[in-house]
């Protein structure tokens, strides 16, 4: 009696199964469409954020700070040596973020190190020393290379680093330590 029972709860099992497979194909299949695409954007992706008028892309807030009305982002107007602060501006990369979390700027908090993604956005490819736009209101803009708070995914020593140089973004990942790089504090995004 006891093996009848437990073939009687297996056939009842088997025929719920039964029916409830056919609605799981219905509904699809678990399996992605499609492989999972890049995770890192060209310039060209980062740009088509929101297109905006050249000429109206960046407005100057009067208070040490910069809208890029194009990505939402607020950068501090002094590219070079933080606003108000008297720090030195080039750092190792842990100091850098450091130094960017403390700062008060136009009387706010809540500063960081932007992602390679958003500093590389500031980049107009047709110029140089510095490679931004013709027009941007932005001060001491170094043609070197800016730390950026995104660390390189094959190796967490490293980070990437994008240079002001040229416009075809030299964007390269450097060790976190024993590089001493300008940072550009920008707040809001991410």
């Known amino acids: 009696m006891r093996r009848m029972k437990i073939t009687t709860m ?4 088997f025929m719920a199964l039964a029916l ?9 299949s678990l399996e992605p469409s499609a492989p999972p695409g890049p995770t890192m954007r060209t310039l ?3 740009r088509s954020w929101i297109k905006v008028d050249p000429a109206t892309r960046f ?15 607020t950068w501090t107007k002094d590219a070079h040596i933080p606003w108000g602060q008297g720090w030195p501006n080039e750092e190792e990369w842990g100091n850098a973020v450091n130094m960017a979390i403390q700062m008060t700027i136009a009387n706010r908090k809540g500063w960081r190190l932007p992602t390679v993604e958003e500093l590389a956005s500031l980049i107009d490819p047709s110029r140089s020393n510095p490679a931004l736009p013709a027009g941007h ?4 803009v170094q043609s070197n290379i800016y730390w950026s708070s995104t660390t390189y995914e094959f190796n967490s020593d490293f980070a990437w680093g994008v240079s002001m140089a040229d416009g075809s973004a030299f ?6 330590t024993g590089h001493y790089f300008n940072f550009w504090p920008v707040r809001g995004g991410k």
């Open 10 to 13: 297996a056939l009842a099992s």
């Open 20 to 28: 409830l497979l056919p609605g799981l194909v219905k509904a699809g």
């Open 44 to 46: 060209d992706q980062v």
């Open 59 to 73: 407005v100057d807030n009067g208070d040490g700070t910069v809208l890029d009305r194009e990505t939402g982002l």
């Open 137 to 140: 209101p932005f001060i001491n």
């Open 171 to 176: 964007v390269n990942p450097y060790q976190k």
